[in-house]
């Protein structure tokens, strides 16, 4: 996983990506999946979604550091993300490998908003850094 990883974060803004094209992506991966129950106010609902993504911090230039590892989601929105991971994140950002259930990737940049302890597991959440759609 580290070098197929690495070599895919040589150029960070292979990790950027369009709103819509986000979106397009997680809607494939939330397809026929509840929403969560609207407990707070957020912009776009939240799925609750358990699988293994590949993870690797990045310093504030989107480059890699320390080595990349495995984490689990908690829940997905058009916006961002929730991991679960037994270590905490001490970088801001971390790119998130996605994979649909057809089998195609989509690596994302995360800005890391919180990173709290919860008993022997740390609840890691964060929104997606996007770039201008074209159209824009």
């Known amino acids: 996983m580290g070098e197929e990883y690495r070599s895919m974060l040589d150029d960070p803004s292979a990790c950027l990506h369009s709103e819509s094209t986000i979106i397009g992506f997680i809607e494939e991966i939330v397809r026929g999946v509840p929403m969560r129950p609207r407990e707070e ?4 609902p939240r799925y609750s979604i358990e699988s293994i993504v590949d993870v690797q911090p990045l310093d504030d230039a989107f480059r890699p ?3 990349p590892y ?3 989601t908690r829940d997905i929105s058009m916006m961002g993300i929730g991991l679960l991971d037994s270590r905490p994140v001490h970088s ?3 790119a998130v490998r ?3 259930p057809d089998g195609k ?4 940049i995360m800005e890391v908003l919180r990173c709290r302890p919860t008993n022997t597991i740390y ?3 964060g929104k997606f850094v996007t770039q201008p759609d074209a159209n824009d």
């Open 92 to 94: 801001k950002h971390l």
């Open 123 to 125: 609840d890691i959440g």
């Open 70 to 72: 495995r984490a689990i």
């Open 105 to 108: 990737t989509l690596s994302l």
């Open 65 to 67: 550091v320390g080595e």
């Open 98 to 100: 996605l994979t649909r």
């Open 41 to 44: 106010r957020r912009a776009t």
